[in-house]
């Protein structure tokens, strides 16, 4: 029988259980053994629960309206979207991997798969020191699926989390092992199989991942694709996924959220449309990006009732980066239709045609008409395209400075600390947040207080 705990390279999977719940318990002991329900942008519907609110029957994205009094008879805690927190805590969670695993893929806000090398059989024990130490360092629990594969480490975890393994901790340590654990996994559970693909599966009397890893592989291919065959493969024990890189650069940047409240003047989306553009060029900035295409969508009710989406563009060439520039356009492209009178519920910006700073196209042609017009009305044409060169060089220099500094400023005191004025015309469309936790962690003003008698 294949040792498969000897195998060269080992993956766990590493997941916090009920992210959202365990980040807004890590610092409210009040409501650690209380239900708790997170909920949605403006409070729409139920996002996250814990293992109680799950027993009580609530499916993932019931809208708030239908429990509300379900929570209150119950006395289950709701708290809004707190993602200042959340994100936060993540960074903690991974850091706290980091210390046990140099080598942690991320791959959301509360998963990573650990890569380790030469371990053998003391890695189970290894992992339950590591599970033992994050909920000791960040308050959060999680648990840890290990196999050969990413498919089948998550197909262990799944497990790990289900069954309430000792420790946490759950290894596919042989081929017996992975019989076992696939025979009782259904095939919708798979990762990247979902419900879809399960239903045709079915079709062709392939229930679990049991089922799926002793298929045809060329049938496979043929009917889903190379993406399930790989997916098959990993469950066979032969590695064959890899994943992108969370750094990896975007070839679209999108920012956007439904109001708070139906709005209907103009500056009270213009405020909107400001913020979302400062936080789209933050990502910008992250990635050395420039944008040669913004597109400003809204959504507005038609005089019949219905929701329409209506989108106004700017180009630019060469791209930019600049917020001041990148905000005019914005104010430009959403007059373009806006329609007074209407009700407006959301509103979102799009960076696209994204290019590297460093690699960006510049506009040859553009800057030799502007020096033949300055030689057409100058008596001394060389002077002058001189001067009119240093002019637009001094002028991008200071603009480029400038942007600098308000990232900088934000960097160091908080997001929003220092914006452009379009960006607080209005408060109007903020998202309807009336169960927020304070930021713990993020905002020195919300630390909390401890009182002795």
């Not at 809004?80 to 080598?103: I, K, T």
């Not at 009397?205 to 045809?216: E, K, R, S």
Request: glycine fraction near 8%; charge should be positive.
């Amino acid at each position: 029988m294949k040792r498969w705990d000897h195998c060269a390279t080992q993956i766990a999977l590493v997941d916090v259980n009920n992210f959202y719940v365990s980040s807004e318990r890590a610092f409210d002991p009040v409501i650690r053994h209380k239900p708790v329900a997170v909920y949605s942008n403006n409070d729409g519907c139920v996002i996250a629960r814990c293992a109680e609110v799950k027993a009580m029957g609530v499916k993932m994205g019931v809208p708030e309206f239908e429990v509300r009094d379900l929570f209150r008879a119950r006395g289950v805690v709701a708290r809004s979207s707190n993602y200042a927190l959340y994100h936060d805590m993540s960074m903690r969670f991974v850091a706290s991997l980091e210390q046990f695993c140099p080598q942690v893929e991320q791959y959301s806000i509360d998963e990573s798969f650990l890569h380790f090398h030469g371990f053998g059989a003391g890695l189970a024990e290894h992992c339950q020191r590591l599970v033992a130490a994050v909920q000791q360092w960040t308050s959060m629990p999680c648990c840890a699926g290990i196999a050969p594969t990413r498919t089948l480490a998550k197909a262990a975890n799944h497990f790990a989390k289900t069954l309430g393994v000792p420790g946490g901790v759950l290894q596919v340590g042989s081929e017996y092992h992975r019989q076992q654990l696939l025979k009782q996994l259904p095939v919708g559970e798979v990762w990247g199989v979902g419900r879809r693909i399960a239903r045709r599966l079915a079709m062709l009397d392939i229930h679990t991942a049991w089922d799926l890893a002793a298929a045809h592989v060329p049938t496979i291919r043929k009917a889903f694709g190379v993406t399930l065959e790989r997916t098959l493969r990993e469950l066979q024990g032969v590695p064959c996924i890899e994943l992108a890189p969370l750094d990896q650069a975007k070839h679209e940047i999108v920012s956007g959220r439904m109001f708070g409240r139906r709005l209907t003047q103009f500056d009270d989306v213009m405020a909107a449309v400001a913020n979302h553009v400062q936080l789209a060029g933050e990502k910008l900035s992250a990635q050395d990006g420039v944008t040669g295409r913004l597109t400003v969508s809204v959504q507005a009710r038609e005089p019949g009732g219905d929701w329409r989406y209506l989108s106004g563009h700017a180009e630019f060439r060469p791209a930019v980066k600049d917020l001041q520039v990148l905000t005019a356009a914005a104010r430009s492209a959403l007059k373009e239709v806006f329609l007074a009178g209407r009700e407006y519920r959301r509103a979102s910006v799009c960076f696209s045609a994204l290019e590297r700073a460093r690699e960006q196209q510049h506009d040859l042609f553009g800057s030799a008409c502007g020096d033949r017009d300055n030689r057409d009305n100058q008596d001394n044409p060389s002077q002058q395209n001189n001067r009119v060169q240093q002019n637009n060089l001094d002028h991008h220099d200071h603009k480029e400075r400038l942007s600098a500094c308000l990232a900088d400023i934000n960097q160091r005191f908080g997001r929003g600390g220092v914006v452009l004025a379009s960006a607080r015309l209005s408060d109007e469309w903020q998202m309807k947040r009336a169960h927020l936790s304070p930021a713990y962690t993020t905002d020195f003003r919300q630390l909390p207080v401890a009182r002795t008698g």
